[in-house]
């Protein structure tokens, strides 16, 4: 492939088909942001807690902590339904609704409890429960995340393959180096395993920046000698610039989309084998400590 010589006289691809459309829903740049914040409010509310709290405000054992506890466990146990609704086939077509309801309550529960602790590990059975409790919820986040890499929103229709490679295919490419072709050869292969994933994803962020500043640069250049054989002047070379600009960012945008996307199904994969384990490592700390606290 190579820049054709009318590439900035092309006018504007015509609409994209319904697969690029759907492809554009994956990776949303607001969940990164989300993943980020949300173990840092965490790590936020447990520090000021360590710093402020005191008895006189409220203890674990009565009152307030402990209906903070109970809420909190209530929550999670139903976060922990949206795992047995995946089992049951009548209950299927729920699963859009219920999932919403398991980020809720995966979210909030954990919050609850964290207040509930008083910001302190306390009892052995208190401490299992507490640090299972904050794995469960950071995992949950890291889930979070990738689910949205490969579904299109909370729905729960995972995108397909065949769906990302045709939106590749239908945005045509226009554009063509050296480096660019051979960095998109890398990235549209289909890794093998956790290592290969990561690899990938590590590849895309140390070369993604150069090869588009590369990129950029040869471009330029051939608009340049493109003006000179055609006689542009300098406001009809300035709007073809901005327009190829336009489009290169379009097109690394969505090889984004799809070279991370084999990668991100991996890891989702990964996570679902060590998150039910902690699900249920959960599950056995929080009933050990409730009987624990109500026996003793």
Sequence with gaps: MSIPNAIADKPAAAAPPAAKVSVEKLARRGELSLALALPLLFAAVFFYGRMHWNERIYTAQEGLGYFLGLAGGIMILL????????????????????????????VVGPFLILLHST????????????VSMTLV????????????????????????????IAAWDAAGHDFS???????????????????????????????????????????????????????????TLSAHWR?????????????????????????????????????????LSGIVHVFAVHLY
């Design 177 to 235: 180096t050296p480096q660019l072709d051979s960095f998109q050869r890398r990235m549209l292969s289909t890794p093998g395993d956790v290592v290969q994933a990561t690899l990938r994803v590590l590849l895309y962020v140390a070369r993604s920046g150069w090869v588009a500043w590369h990129t950029r640069r040869e471009l330029k250049q051939r608009l340049r000698a493109q003006a000179q054989r055609e006689g542009w002047d300098a406001p």
């Design 243 to 283: 327009d190829s600009k336009r489009r290169l960012r379009m097109h690394f945008a969505l090889l984004k989309k799809v070279a991370l996307f084999s990668a991100y199904e991996r890891f989702f994969a990964f996570w679902l084998h060590a998150h039910v384990p902690l699900l249920y490592l959960l599950l």
């Design 137 to 164: 919820f950071l995992s949950g986040v890291i889930g979070r995340y990738l689910y949205s890499k490969i579904h299109f929103g909370l729905d729960g229709r995972k995108a397909q393959v065949r769906e990302v």
């Design 79 to 106: 976060a922990l339904v949206y795992a047995f609704t995946k089992r049951v086939a009548f209950l299927r077509p729920l699963l859009r609704y219920m999932l919403r309801i398991h980020i809720f309550f995966g």
């Design 119 to 130: 910001f302190h590990i306390g009892s052995l059975n208190g401490g299992i429960a507490l």
